[in-house]
């Protein structure tokens, strides 16, 4: 079945490192992708999505590419701050009628100052 | 828009009783989801509807959680009798089919059973 797997955390970075958190997916067909984002005591956010192969979503400095080649969605930013330290989860868009979407496992992410 | 409203934000009950856990997904929205989220077990989905009707509750761990959805506006998660490895942080999330696929999240209620 579809599925999505992240790279396991926690990612421990000083503020304005480089920041990649790999996402790999298993799906049929063309699934949307997205990344969500989990501050402290929050709900999950959506950060950015893309919905074809190629497509490059971005938002707050992040960004992931769709690549249906490599079957995979990593996130990056170039210059991370101590303020994005959050859980970072992938998800993908389950196909057929329905909303449902398939989370990862989702990726801690500390930054340190 | 107010965005996805929980209700209560933390509960602490006593195993065996009843606990109701309430939503009010935001205007217009067609899905809602309901979420347990664990250390152990991450991010659950329990059970989705559409339209106010369940669509798939192959996610309910138990008999003990049963949800409702009277109307488009308002949905509750119930367990009855609540027990300690009930213990989470449930969230509720809505989405709209003809506006994307992207869910919009409640802040959750954390459930304490003792």
């Known amino acids: 079945g579809d599925s999505v797997t992240q790279m396991e955390g926690p990612v421990t970075l000083s503020e304005e490192a480089f920041l990649t958190i790999n996402c790999t997916y298993t799906a049929t067909g063309y699934p949307s992708l997205f990344w969500y984002v989990q501050y402290p005591g929050e709900g999950l956010q959506l950060l950015l999505k893309a919905t074809k192969a190629d497509d490059k979503g971005s938002n707050k400095g992040f960004e992931a590419t769709y690549r249906k080649e490599t079957t995979s969605f990593h996130l990056e930013k170039g210059s991370v701050q101590v303020s994005d330290s959050a859980v970072y989860f992938c998800a993908l868009h389950y196909g057929g009628a329905t909303n449902k979407l398939i989370f990862g496992t989702g990726t801690l992410l500390a930054v340190q100052p | 828009d107010a965005g996805v409203i929980q209700s209560p934000r933390h509960e602490v009950t006593e195993m065996g009783q009843e606990v109701t856990l309430r939503c009010k997904p935001i205007s217009g929205h067609d899905y809602l989801f309901w979420y347990r989220q664990t250390m152990m077990r991450g991010l659950e989905l329990l059970i989705y509807f559409n339209n106010n009707v369940p669509i798939d509750d192959s996610g309910m761990p138990e008999d003990r959680f049963s949800a409702k959805m009277p109307n488009a506006s308002f949905s509750t998660l119930k367990i009855q009798p609540s027990e300690p490895r009930d213990s989470a942080v449930y969230f509720c999330?809505?989405?709209?089919?003809?506006?994307?696929?992207?869910?919009?999240f409640g802040p959750g209620t954390r459930l304490t059973v003792t």
């Open positions: 999330a809505s989405s709209h089919r003809e506006k994307g696929l992207e869910q919009y």
